[in-house]
């Protein structure tokens, strides 16, 4: 894939963008795999396959410094234009989303070796049910990169409003559990860890999508998003200061 | 005078500036060369004291528009300019405009240096001296001394004025032919590849040449480096076949061109 579908006069140029656009769809389709894998180490309680998802990351790490150094010669070489600049400028950006996203399936994956210790407690159910959601974004903002597809790209910018709402709704089935059962506290409290950083991924296939725009149209996506009810927000804030709080050092 | 404007159209997808202001304005300018039309209804707007610059293929017919802005066209039999095009509202090519008066408002500095055969100072002093804007030898001289700075040369010659023109480098000549355009107190320069003789640091030189320039003077520069459109001008316009396709402010140009065959040309994809 590249901006357009003629080529370039100096043909290897042409190829070049090609290679880079074929280094993010080959490493989206990794940190996609490394989010499926934490997902089934959540779900089977294999904590085996989540100590190989936590190795896995470095892989992520490696080809996101190869990219960084591809388009910083490609910008030096090639002293690329506007879509070819955009498409440029965007790969830099979306290979940063990516590692993330490998960090955030690292992390949660961590968390499932130390949550398997414990016996299982019924929210898991949500947690998955999340990040499955979360999956199915990340893998539409990839397909949508791939085909440079604006449309679907905006499809995965509108559906992180349900990421959120499920975030807030599993947050809530945690807490519950923690006042009804002060036993699955350890459980519940890495739990809540994961379903912040499953928000976060889905956060961070929200910047590809709007990245995709940027880089197709040239233009950032214009719409607001649909706003969440003040209840919702005021109780998201509460989830965040409460996992921050958890997260600050002890 | 005729001070009418014909209505703005939007030919070819060129926006005209609204709210700057104008120096030279294009309407409906076709360009025939005996039955071959080298322009065709181009409209466009120069805002003053901004740096223009025209790129495209070759023989899209930018260097042909650039030399209707100072009549240039009017030495070939063959070529024949219709339409309007106005400098500060009035129309240069009216049957009473004198087109020497005209070249003296407007400058131009072509693609070869091309220095006279004469010393430093007589290349400079040779158009005051024509167009009578020097009474005594003072004037001169404050006049060479003064172009000369303004084109970022004195420095380097003012201890050899009498030497001749063509001994200088290929960079310091050109910077020489700007101070020749510049001694006729001109308020437009127009530049036809005035950078594609010459090494990168003599282009670095008359690339900030230029940006300081335009303080004063409104600029047109022809240029097939797009990367030099990018770095100097503040609006960049695109020809092809004749067409003005699109032009707008050159960071738009160069990072969101409203205009496939503008991608196709500045990305390098032109078939």
């Given at each position: 894939?590249?901006?357009?579908?003629?080529?370039?006069?100096?043909?290897?140029?042409?190829?070049?963008?090609?290679?880079?656009?074929?280094?993010?769809?080959?490493?989206?389709?990794?940190?996609?795999?490394?989010?499926?894998?934490?997902?089934?180490?959540?779900?089977?309680?294999?904590?085996?396959?989540?100590?190989?998802?936590?190795?896995?990351?470095?892989?992520?790490?490696?080809?996101?410094?190869?990219?960084?150094?591809?388009?910083?010669?490609?910008?030096?070489?090639?002293?690329?234009?506007?879509?070819?600049?955009?498409?440029?400028?965007?790969?830099?950006?979306?290979?940063?989303?990516?590692?993330?996203?490998?960090?955030?399936?690292?992390?949660?994956?961590?968390?499932?070796?130390?949550?398997?210790?414990?016996?299982?407690?019924?929210?898991?159910?949500?947690?998955?049910?999340?990040?499955?959601?979360?999956?199915?974004?990340?893998?539409?903002?990839?397909?949508?990169?791939?085909?440079?597809?604006?449309?679907?790209?905006h499809d995965v910018w509108r559906g992180d409003e349900a990421v959120d709402e499920m975030h807030t709704s599993v947050f809530q089935e945690l807490m519950t559990l923690m006042l009804e059962e002060p036993d699955t506290v350890p459980a519940c409290t890495h739990l809540l860890f994961m379903i912040k950083n499953l928000e976060r991924v889905g956060d961070h296939a929200t910047n590809?999508?709007?990245?995709?725009?940027?880089?197709?149209?040239?233009?950032?996506?214009?719409?607001?998003?649909?706003?969440?009810?003040?209840?919702?927000?005021?109780?998201?804030?509460?989830?965040?200061?409460?996992?921050?709080?958890?997260?600050?050092?002890? | 005078?005729?001070?009418?404007?014909?209505?703005?159209?939007?030919?070819?997808?060129?926006?005209?500036?609204?709210?700057?202001?104008?120096?030279?304005?294009?309407?409906?300018?076709?360009?025939?060369?005996?039955?071959?039309?080298?322009?065709?209804?181009?409209?466009?707007?120069?805002?003053?004291?901004?740096?223009?610059?025209?790129?495209?293929?070759?023989?899209?017919?930018?260097?042909?528009?650039?030399?209707?802005?100072?009549?240039?066209?009017?030495?070939?039999?063959?070529?024949?300019?219709?339409?309007?095009?106005?400098?500060?509202?009035?129309?240069?090519?009216?049957?009473?405009?004198?087109?020497?008066?005209?070249?003296?408002?407007?400058?131009?500095?072509?693609?070869?240096?091309?220095?006279?055969?004469?010393?430093?100072?007589?290349?400079?002093?040779?158009?005051?001296?024509?167009?009578?804007?020097?009474?005594?030898?003072?004037?001169?001289?404050?006049?060479?001394?003064?172009?000369?700075?303004?084109?970022?040369?004195?420095?380097?010659?003012?201890?050899?004025?009498?030497?001749?023109?063509?001994?200088?480098?290929?960079?310091?000549?050109?910077?020489?032919?700007?101070?020749?355009?510049?001694?006729?107190?001109?308020?437009?320069?127009?530049?036809?590849?005035?950078?594609?003789?010459?090494?990168?640091?003599?282009?670095?030189?008359?690339?900030?040449?230029?940006?300081?320039?335009?303080?004063?003077?409104?600029?047109?520069?022809?240029?097939?480096?797009?990367?030099?459109?990018?770095?100097?001008?503040?609006?960049?316009?695109?020809?092809?076949?004749?067409?003005?396709?699109?032009?707008?402010?050159?960071?738009?140009?160069?990072?969101?061109?409203?205009?496939?065959?503008?991608?196709?040309?500045?990305?390098?994809?032109?078939?």
């Amino acid at each position: 894939m590249t901006p357009k579908d003629d080529l370039h006069i100096v043909r290897s140029f042409s190829e070049e963008l090609q290679t880079l656009s074929n280094r993010i769809a080959v490493m989206g389709g990794v940190a996609e795999a490394q989010l499926a894998s934490a997902i089934t180490a959540i779900e089977s309680r294999d904590s085996e396959l989540a100590v190989r998802v936590v190795d896995g990351d470095s892989e992520l790490d490696d080809m996101e410094t190869d990219i960084n150094a591809f388009v910083v010669r490609l910008l030096a070489l090639r002293q690329p234009v506007a879509a070819d600049l955009r498409h440029i400028v965007g790969a830099l950006k979306i290979s940063s989303n990516i590692e993330r996203i490998g960090d955030y399936a690292a992390n949660v994956a961590k968390r499932t070796q130390i949550v398997n210790q414990f016996p299982q407690v019924r929210p898991v159910g949500g947690v998955i049910e999340m990040a499955r959601l979360v999956r199915g974004n990340v893998q539409a903002v990839f397909d949508a990169y791939v085909q440079q597809n604006v449309e679907k790209a905006h499809d995965v910018w509108r559906g992180d409003e349900a990421v959120d709402e499920m975030h807030t709704s599993v947050f809530q089935e945690l807490m519950t559990l923690m006042l009804e059962e002060p036993d699955t506290v350890p459980a519940c409290t890495h739990l809540l860890f994961m379903i912040k950083n499953l928000e976060r991924v889905g956060d961070h296939a929200t910047n590809i999508a709007e990245t995709i725009q940027f880089l197709v149209a040239g233009k950032p996506i214009s719409a607001e998003r649909p706003k969440k009810s003040s209840a919702a927000e005021a109780h998201e804030q509460d989830a965040d200061a409460f996992t921050t709080s958890l997260e600050s050092p002890r | 005078m005729n001070q009418e404007v014909s209505p703005v159209k939007d030919t070819a997808g060129a926006p005209l500036v609204s709210s700057d202001p104008v120096k030279l304005a294009a309407r409906d300018v076709t360009v025939s060369y005996a039955e071959k039309k080298a322009l065709i209804d181009v409209n466009i707007d120069i805002v003053e004291r901004q740096v223009t610059s025209f790129i495209g293929p070759s023989g899209c017919g930018k260097s042909t528009f650039l030399r209707c802005f100072n009549r240039m066209n009017d030495t070939i039999d063959i070529c024949r300019v219709e339409g309007r095009i106005t400098l500060d509202n009035e129309n240069i090519y009216d049957e009473n405009v004198d087109p020497v008066q005209i070249r003296a408002r407007i400058g131009m500095v072509f693609q070869k240096p091309n220095p006279f055969p004469k010393s430093i100072f007589e290349n400079i002093a040779y158009g005051p001296r024509i167009h009578g804007l020097v009474t005594d030898k003072d004037d001169l001289d404050e006049i060479v001394h003064s172009s000369l700075e303004k084109a970022g040369l004195l420095k380097e010659v003012k201890d050899r004025l009498d030497a001749p023109g063509t001994s200088l480098s290929g960079g310091q000549q050109q910077r020489l032919c700007i101070a020749r355009a510049i001694a006729v107190s001109p308020e437009v320069i127009l530049m036809d590849e005035p950078c594609s003789a010459l090494d990168p640091i003599a282009t670095a030189k008359i690339e900030e040449l230029i940006d300081d320039l335009r303080e004063n003077y409104t600029i047109i520069i022809v240029t097939h480096s797009m990367q030099q459109a990018a770095r100097v001008s503040q609006r960049t316009a695109f020809f092809h076949l004749g067409y003005l396709v699109e032009c707008g402010d050159t960071e738009t140009v160069f990072t969101n061109p409203e205009h496939e065959l503008t991608q196709g040309y500045i990305t390098g994809r032109f078939g």
